[in-house]
């Protein structure tokens, strides 16, 4: 069982947590402080591949836009794509859970064998199989198919708590005095999953942003440009130009950046959860 | 539950997922709109030509009848024929069967890798807790999750090909050439065996039977080595054969930046055609291949450790 105990947070969740909140205010202000405007209005023939200067700090691309401004924007798409994919598969698995968890039986047993098929893919793979049927694969292909494999994890971690929390006493006393199966879950039931789900969305956001990125990288990405991942998928095609190494760095580092947040949080906040559970995977 | 049983019992859920597997992915390529008619027909064919597509893909048949036409060929072998000439190309399985062994040694190699430098380090870092080696290690297993592996690949190349020229570059396909392909695929892997590694260890060096080991008068290299390492590599085995398939995806871009042959790039290729019938089989393998893998550590885990067969 997963509870809040009293006593310090690791220093793990705090340096996860800080960078996370650097990416999200960057995200959320970053377009407002980009020094150029990007998109192809920006296109801007003279100054392709500029190196850093004091008016490009980290140079142009190919495209002559400046790379700041680009990493900038691609903070606030990456920030939009992840709250968004890890709130519908959030709600998506935690619903099918917890229906999973507290019905049991037949219903358990169906829903769980679904689970099983999804968890035989690879997630890249699914991820590329349902954008790859599209012909022309947009942003809201791309989200549906980051949610494919996205509710999984959700829904075992739903599962598994609810199928333990409502054998508690309380749970035992509300349905004594009559309270509704829908009553149960959302004000018995749903409150305690709030910390267990908190560390599977710290984990998922960097799981996400990868995604995105390994999929941009593949020719499969968004469609939108100045995406991370399309910068990373760029700057690599470019990699042998002299001069322009730094731009495929700056991609890949704030993509390692987030990552890296996640997984700090995520694994401090498990640690802090559940000690059993200490530095597993 | 004995051991025939419980193999038995594993081999039948296995069908199972992969029924469902199947399933999936035809719902996948038949739901989802878009036309492969219009691809393969290009823009200016006849009414009779796209027609003759159509039969040829069983397109002009019901749901249903797709799906059992699909089964059909997965159960006879074929995973399907190329449209709209069947018999002047090969099979999908035919060309799956082509390139599988590719994939098969760069997951394979790069599995090696990981496991062969994630114990060493995963039992170091658990031997000095604490120390600043520790420290350093969880800081490297660490940049190994966090680093994106379509950058490191092609840093790979620019380094140890390009600067160095010391490995073969892209489109090579020798025992050489399969060196930075496998070490691009296995580093994330291998950051995360290590931090297994490093964690069962340190749980494990803190059993009491260690403290009796110690007690009675054992060498220390003897506790460590033979009492502690071997309850300790137990789960990171385990967690090593379950990531074979992050493993085969992974191989998937590697193959892309390293411009080898292998299921990966077959399936990016024919999603470029949008050859339907390719993505649909290749996508069907890797997650056959994958399941077949977990089934087999299963039971191999079963064999070694009888508590599991309970469940």
């Known amino acids: ?281 | 539950m004995p051991i025939g049983a419980f193999i038995v019992r594993r081999l039948g859920l296995g069908l199972l997922s992969m029924l469902g597997v199947s399933i999936l992915v035809f719902l996948f390529l038949h739901l989802i709109p878009g036309d492969p008619v219009d691809h393969l027909a290009g823009g200016e064919a006849t009414p009779e030509q796209r027609a003759k597509i159509e039969r040829c893909m069983g397109l002009d048949g019901s749901l249903p009848a797709q799906f059992g036409r699909f089964m059909g060929h997965v159960v006879d072998g074929t995973l399907g024929h190329q449209c709209p000439d069947p018999e002047g190309r090969p099979t999908v399985a035919a060309m799956i069967a082509d390139v599988y062994p590719y994939t098969v040694a760069l997951a394979l190699t790069g599995l090696g890798f990981a496991i062969v430098l994630a114990l060493p380090l995963g039992i170091a870092a658990a031997l000095r807790r604490g120390t600043w080696f520790d420290t350093l290690a969880s800081i490297g297993a660490l940049s190994g999750i966090a680093i994106p592996n379509m950058l490191l690949g092609p840093v790979l190349l620019l380094w140890f090909f390009v600067d160095l020229g010391w490995l073969p570059g892209p489109g090579e396909t020798g025992a050489a050439a399969l060196v930075l392909p496998a070490f691009a695929v296995a580093v994330h892997l291998m950051a995360m065996l290590a931090r297994m590694t490093r964690s069962s260890m340190v749980e494990v060096l803190g059993e009491d039977y260690l403290r009796t080991a110690r007690a009675k008068g054992l060498a220390e290299r003897v506790v460590v080595w033979k009492h502690a390492l071997r309850n300790a590599i137990m789960p990171v085995v385990t967690v090593a054969g379950l990531q074979f398939g992050s493993v085969l995806s992974g191989s998937i871009i590697i193959e892309a930046v390293f411009a080898r042959p292998g299921l990966g790039y077959l399936l990016l290729a024919a999603i470029r055609e949008r050859n339907y019938p390719v993505v649909q089989g290749c996508v069907l393998v890797i997650a056959a291949s994958y399941v077949l893998v977990n089934i087999a550590v299963d039971v191999a885990y079963g064999v070694i450790d009888p508590r599991v067969r309970r469940a």
């Open chain 1, 1 to 281: 069982m997963m509870t809040w105990q009293p006593g310090r947070w690791s220093p793990s969740v705090w340096i996860g947590a800080t960078m996370l909140v650097v990416f999200v205010v960057l995200g959320v202000f970053g377009p407002l402080i980009a020094p150029y405007p990007v998109g192809d209005l920006a296109l801007d023939l003279d100054h392709m591949f500029a190196p850093r200067s004091a008016a490009h700090w980290l140079g142009t691309d190919k495209s002559g836009i400046d790379t700041l401004s680009q990493l900038l924007w691609g903070a606030r798409k990456a920030l939009v794509l992840s709250v968004t994919v890890v709130s519908i598969s959030a709600v998506i698995g935690v619903t099918i859970g917890m229906v999973a968890g507290y019905a049991r039986g037949v219903v358990d047993e169906v829903i769980m064998r679904v689970v099983d098929v999804f968890l035989a893919f690879p997630g890249l793979l699914l991820n590329i199989a349902i954008v790859a049927a599209v012909a022309k694969p947009g942003l809201p292909v791309f989200i549906a198919a980051l949610c494919a494999n996205g509710w999984v994890g959700y829904a075992r971690v739903a599962r598994g708590q609810v199928l333990s929390l409502r054998e508690r006493d309380y749970v035992l006393a509300a349905r004594a005095l009559g309270a509704s199966t829908p009553r149960i879950l959302a004000r018995h039931i749903a409150p305690n999953l709030v910390a267990p789900l908190l560390v599977q969305m710290s984990l998922s956001f960097g799981a996400v942003i990868a995604a995105e990125a390994s999929l941009s990288f593949l020719g499969l990405g968004p469609q939108v440009d100045h995406t991370w991942g399309a910068m990373l998928e760029q700057g690599t095609s470019f990699l042998w130009k002299p001069g322009f190494r730094h731009y495929a760095l700056a991609a890949a580092g704030a993509i390692a950046w987030v990552i890296l947040a996640a997984n700090l949080l995520g694994d401090g906040l498990r640690d802090r959860l559940d000690p059993r559970q200490r530095g597993r995977g």
